[in-house]
């Protein structure tokens, strides 16, 4: 009886304390912390260093244009809604781009397209000619010799990117017609064309301020590298005179092609937007999820938090395309909240802590990109040497480190009996094909058992 006198004296202090640490969470989240100058800066927008007129991106966008209309026109009416919508807060308002529907037509990256329209000229002609004015558009777009996406107003989660799939409709359709040039004995034709290809595609990926901009540059390059190893192939012989240029256009890629760290700065700048606002528009959230923003998120210290994800993002992702291949193995993209996490910017913390995605395959993208290009700058070097069959695993042990593969940083491998240079690609890529997604299941040109391959 004593003992429960005892208790119902002091069982008041316990709520009590319940309430005294509610009141202390509440004071503690009143306050926010000052934004990080770090913060603040990155991802901001910043100015064109290519003038407009001779930047290849406006043609780039104008290749979603609609049919008979002015391409260039189309961009710059593009470029100033999406400036405009930035300004006043708005989501954009885009006009609608008609366009006929094209032809399927053979994609390089999947399969031989000299193959598959070998003895089908004339009706690959028929098909290739409903391309006739998006051919047009892509040879001026050709014709530029700088390339600057433009990120000169703040890209939020709501932006638009330009359409860039009629660009890639484009190139096969060029690549396409390169390959009838070769079928009908034009090869100087057909190699010119892939020249000009490959030129751009390398403009677009060092070019690129966005990870979309450079995911579709890889994506088209890997398109132009796939129809040159085609070409050597299936020609070498009538290549053989033309070496020099093969040496030439297959240059290894600049590092600027393969580093992520302006493209991260890019993507923070968006998630920046957003939790400058989380429940502002375009979300949905009912009136307690509004209370508990009000209450328990803190804008600048989850920006600062998303801040040191990024940056520290950008520094992972810097390393040897072997460290990063092994690494990403034992990547953790989903921290656990630990219970004093709760205290202080809850709200925040679960975004930063679950919300936050992973951006290694995108690195490894650009790897694998990069292998393919040493893969063909080395099968290059041995046509241009002519170096007899018997010799070629001399040559390729020989080669130095501009033709190792990436991931091992060993030379090349070169299997005499099939006659064929390979080198390894990324788990990534082995799982996924060309990182299209783990339900990408398309077949990949030369590619077997995560490895791409050329046969000379």
């Known amino acids: 009886m004593r003992s429960v006198k005892r208790f119902l004296r002091w069982y008041w202090l316990l709520p009590m304390a319940v309430l005294l640490l509610a009141a202390g969470v509440l004071l503690v989240n009143a306050i926010d912390v000052p934004l990080s100058a770090e913060a603040a800066a990155m991802g901001e927008p910043r100015a064109a260093k290519v003038a407009e007129a001779d930047n290849a991106y406006l043609a780039a966008i104008g290749m979603g244009a609609p049919d008979g209309a002015d391409s260039l026109t189309y961009a710059r009416a593009w470029l100033a809604e999406a400036r405009a919508a930035a300004r006043e807060n708005r989501p954009e308002k ?63 989660m709501e932006s638009q990117f330009p359409r860039y799939a009629p660009m890639g409709a484009a190139q096969r359709a060029w690549l396409a017609r390169a390959a009838l040039a070769l079928h009908a004995g034009r090869v100087d034709e057909a190699l010119a064309m892939a020249e000009r290809d490959i030129a751009f595609q390398r403009l677009m990926l060092t070019g690129s301020r966005t990870l979309v901009g450079r995911m579709v540059a890889a994506a088209n390059y890997t398109r132009a590298l796939s129809f040159v190893a085609d070409l050597l192939q299936t020609s070498l012989a009538d290549l053989k005179p033309h070496a020099p240029r093969l040496q030439a256009m297959l240059q290894p890629l600049q590092p600027a092609a393969l580093n992520l760290d302006e493209l991260m700065a890019g993507e923070f700048g968006m998630m920046k937007r957003f939790l400058h606002d989380p429940a502002g528009k375009g979300v949905q959230a ?171």
Not at 424 to 448: H, P, Q, V
Request: glycine content about 6%; overall charge neutral; proline content about 5%.
């Open 286 to 456: 009912d009136w307690p999820e509004k209370l508990r923003l009000l209450l328990f998120y803190k804008r600048n210290a989850t920006i600062n938090d998303a801040h040191a994800f990024y940056s520290g993002k950008q520094q992972w992702l810097r390393k040897p395309p072997a460290q990063l291949a092994r690494e990403i193995r034992d990547e953790v993209t989903e921290v656990e909240m630990k219970p004093w996490d709760y205290l202080y910017n809850p709200m925040g913390k679960i975004l930063t802590r679950v919300a936050m995605p992973s951006f290694s395959s995108y690195a490894l993208r650009l790897h694998d990109l990069d292998a393919m290009n040493r893969l063909l700058g080395l099968a290059a070097e041995i046509v241009a040497a002519d170096v007899p069959a018997e010799d070629v695993g001399n040559f390729v042990a020989k080669a130095g480190a501009r033709f190792a593969d990436p991931y091992s940083g060993k030379p090349m491998t070169w299997d005499a009996a099939d006659k064929r240079l390979s080198t390894s690609l990324s788990e990534a890529y082995a799982r996924d094909g060309a990182g299209g997604g783990a339900k990408d299941s398309r077949k990949r040109f030369n590619i077997e058992s995560g490895r791409v391959f050329i046969r000379l």
């Open 94 to 156: 885009q006009a609608e781009a008609k366009r006929a529907q094209r032809p399927a037509l053979c994609d390089a990256a999947q399969t031989s397209c000299l193959a598959a329209l070998q003895d089908k000229e004339e009706s690959a002609a028929a098909q290739i000619a409903a391309y006739g004015e998006d051919l047009a558009r892509y040879e001026k777009l050709l014709a530029y010799r700088a390339f600057e996406e433009i990120t000169d107003y703040p890209f939020g």
